[in-house]
């Protein structure tokens, strides 16, 4: 059982270019998310998507967009790179709002 | 002020110790309460869920809340060196997603 997959691990993008992060679960969750992670912030929320067809913003959605291809896929793409964006991104599945989230092992963005 | 605040640590406890971890919520509506456990360049995993007032025990982890005093907090008895993490209080209120506060580190002396 894979749980919740994220791709890729590692990337580095120069200021300007553009890419997309892409997460997969198998749980049949309803709702998911993207969070970043910086030091000493702890997880901020991107974007989610409560159900299939459905997104909405998070705490820190500028610069970033979503698509939530079905009930599996849920991608994170970054049209423009800028050096704030440098983090650690996790996606996330949640069953219902109400329950624990499960995470993706994460990415290691660096724009430089 | 944060809707869910921890201490930033670092918690240090000598091996065998109480460790006791603390957080507080703003939203008074809160209704589901978890603490994660973090590894360094690691995604956070979920150690404990508590819904209702009280103690939760899962072996060596007891979780606390007080919906009251809007405060949950984490005790992790016999620590152990393997226990050195940054541990993430989250608080959902049903409405969106998980909200989580900065994280304590808690550090294990041998």
């Known amino acids: 059982n894979a749980g919740v997959t994220q791709t890729p691990k590692f990337q580095v993008l120069k200021t300007g270019q553009s890419m997309t992060l892409q997460c997969a679960q198998d749980?049949?969750?309803?709702?998911m998310y993207w969070y970043r992670q910086d030091p000493g912030m702890g997880l901020r929320l991107i974007y989610y998507s409560a159900s299939e067809g459905t997104t909405d913003k998070g705490e820190v959605p500028n610069g970033y967009n979503v698509s939530r291809l079905n009930k599996r896929e849920f991608s994170l793409r970054l049209e423009s790179a800028a050096p704030s964006q440098t983090s650690v991104y996790f996606c996330a599945s949640y069953l219902t709002a109400n329950t624990e989230a499960f995470f993706g092992q994460g990415t290691r963005l660096t724009v430089v | 002020q944060k809707e869910v605040e921890q201490n930033s640590g670092p918690l240090s406890v000598p091996e065998g110790a109480i460790a006791s971890l603390n957080c507080t919520y703003s939203?008074?509506?809160?209704?589901?309460f978890f603490w994660y456990r973090q590894y360094s360049g690691k995604s956070p995993e979920l150690i404990m869920s508590i819904y209702s007032n009280g103690d939760k025990e899962d072996g060596r982890f007891t979780a606390q809340l007080n919906k009251a005093s809007q405060y949950v907090s984490l005790l992790i008895r016999d620590s152990q060196p393997s226990d050195s993490a940054t541990y993430l209080c989250?608080?959902?209120?049903?409405?969106?997603?998980?909200?989580f506060g900065s994280g304590t580190r808690l550090q294990v002396q041998p």
């Open positions: 939203d008074r509506g809160s209704q589901s």
């Open positions: 989250a608080v959902n209120t049903g409405r969106r997603a998980l909200t």
């Open positions: 749980m049949n969750h309803n709702s």
